[in-house]
């Protein structure tokens, strides 16, 4: 799934912790992935997505631990293919 955003020019940074940070080269779409933070533990949550339109409301997705990996790459996906922030 981060291969998509990387191929896509997304800026992506590893932490020491093994969590990624993603932001689009627009800077309106976040995702993180996070198995090794605290807080994202207490919520049961290992992907968050947020976006933060030009003209409108932000918005954010969590996928938890059990959630399908393609549940949250056809996620990725047709966010990235329709995003226009």
């Known amino acids: 799934m981060l291969d998509l ?3 896509l020019g997304w800026a992506i940074v ?3 912790e093994a ?3 993603a932001t689009s080269p627009d800077g309106c779409v976040y995702v993180g992935w996070l198995p ?3 807080s994202a533990w207490q919520r049961n949550i290992v992907w968050h997505v947020r976006v933060q339109p030009a003209d409108g409301d932000a918005w954010v997705q969590e996928f ?3 959630t399908p990996s393609e549940a949250v790459a056809g996620f990725l996906a047709a966010l990235v293919t329709n995003s226009s922030c």
């Open 19 to 21: 969590n990624v940070h």
């Open 36 to 38: 090794e933070d605290p």
């Open 64 to 66: 938890g631990l059990h």
């Open 5 to 7: 955003l990387d191929a």
């Open 14 to 16: 590893d932490t020491p």
